[in-house]
């Protein structure tokens, strides 16, 4: 019989441990209030342990659903609360492109976890090594102490050479040959690749993934011989329109004002000599780089006209009356050049440039219907 009442200090250890638990299995935090009055029935209610709660126990004794904290024994007694329940870790396999389901305890060691999956899958302990949050896991660690919550992924990676020989191209080209080992981040060997090449390396994919820098190499299953590459990762950008529209375009830091321009160009058909790109007050070159203005992840540039442009907005009626639905946008110009003795540059249609040869009704243009003209 467990009659005597648990001591404030005992209980709030108690209180604690399972608190502890109920954050390691990602309860929401509503529901991580424990009272000392709690049974087991009620946490069952809650649906906070159902399938294992025979595994629930207290001074080695199995505890039942009526039986309250309070009553759970005295100071001499062992707690063990936050050991009580298994969940779930996902132990991804990288090499073999798969990931099978491990139970554990918080309590249980690497070391244990690695003889689960060696009972599982046939794979001696010595023979692979567990990378958790990008680096290399001691076998005497506690699965809590890392942290390691219920259904983390935990990457399962083969014991290869400890050195490798790999290969890393600049964006020159130029490729230079490394020694180094699986267990280095990405961020080492791009300060060893920078030392030979002399610069300093930007992002490093391996077949076409992008490597965090804070991550070794085991997690990315590299081998003997692979070919690293630096590249400019693509990042979006918008482009605000004279006409107030916002294009999303895909660019890198090595795009230039140019390469921006012809994409505009893609969309929306505006002629590229046609087009003056703006960021932070200043006109851009099209001959520079986007990495020379800073310009960066969802930065805003605006499209406007070249300074020698002139924009009027015009209905169709009031062009020509010898307008018919066989005029064709060169017609157009002409007929807007005889009328204002100035040469038309574009026509353009609910923010798109017309094309020359296709003619108003094409495109669905009827007489009611306003042209932007640009001198």
């Not at 180094?180 to 300060?191: E, I, S």
Request: aromatic residues 6%; hydrophobic residues 40%; positive net charge.
């Amino acid at each position: 019989m467990r009659e005597k009442l648990v001591p404030i200090s005992l209980m709030n250890i108690i209180l604690e441990k399972i608190a502890e638990y109920l954050h390691l299995m990602d309860i929401e935090k509503e529901d991580r209030k424990v009272k000392p009055t709690e049974t087991i029935k009620n946490f069952n209610e809650k649906g906070i342990i159902s399938e294992n709660i025979q595994d629930c126990s207290f001074s080695s004794q199995p505890l039942k659903d009526d039986e309250r904290l309070v009553y759970l024994g005295n100071l001499t007694d062992h707690v063990v609360v936050n050991n009580f329940f298994r969940f779930k870790l996902l132990v991804k396999i990288p090499s073999e492109k798969r990931t099978i389901v491990v139970e554990a305890r918080a309590l249980d060691t690497v070391q244990r976890i690695k003889s689960s999956i060696q009972l599982r899958e046939g794979i001696e302990m010595d023979q692979f090594s567990l990378v958790y949050e990008g680096k290399l896991i001691e076998e005497d660690r506690i699965l809590s102490s890392l942290n390691v919550k219920n259904e983390s992924t935990i990457c399962l990676v083969f014991c290869p050479k400890d050195v490798l020989s790999i290969y890393v191209k600049a964006l020159t080209g130029e490729v230079v040959k490394l020694k180094v080992k699986v267990t280095f981040t990405v961020a080492d060997v791009k300060a060893i690749a920078g030392g030979k090449l002399g610069s300093s390396v930007g992002s490093l994919f391996y077949l076409g993934q992008q490597l965090e820098d804070s991550k070794i190499l085991a997690c990315y299953d590299i081998k003997e011989e692979s070919m690293l590459e630096m590249l400019h990762p693509q990042f979006q950008i918008f482009v605000r329109t004279w006409s107030g529209r916002t294009l999303t375009l895909d660019v890198k830091q090595s795009s230039t004002v140019q390469d921006v321009k012809d994409k505009i160009f893609q969309k929306l058909k505006i002629p590229v000599h046609l087009q003056s790109i703006v960021f932070a007050g200043k006109r851009l070159e099209k001959g520079r780089d986007l990495a020379s203005y800073s310009i960066q992840k969802h930065s805003t540039l605006c499209m406007v006209f070249a300074p020698s442009s002139t924009i009027m907005h015009m209905k169709v009626s009031k062009i020509s009356r010898h307008i018919s639905h066989l005029t064709t946008v060169r017609d157009v110009k002409e007929l807007l050049r005889s009328k204002k003795g100035i040469p038309v540059k574009e026509v353009l249609f609910e923010k798109a440039a017309l094309h020359d040869d296709i003619s108003l009704d094409q495109y669905g243009i009827h007489k009611k219907a306003t042209l932007a003209i640009v001198y």
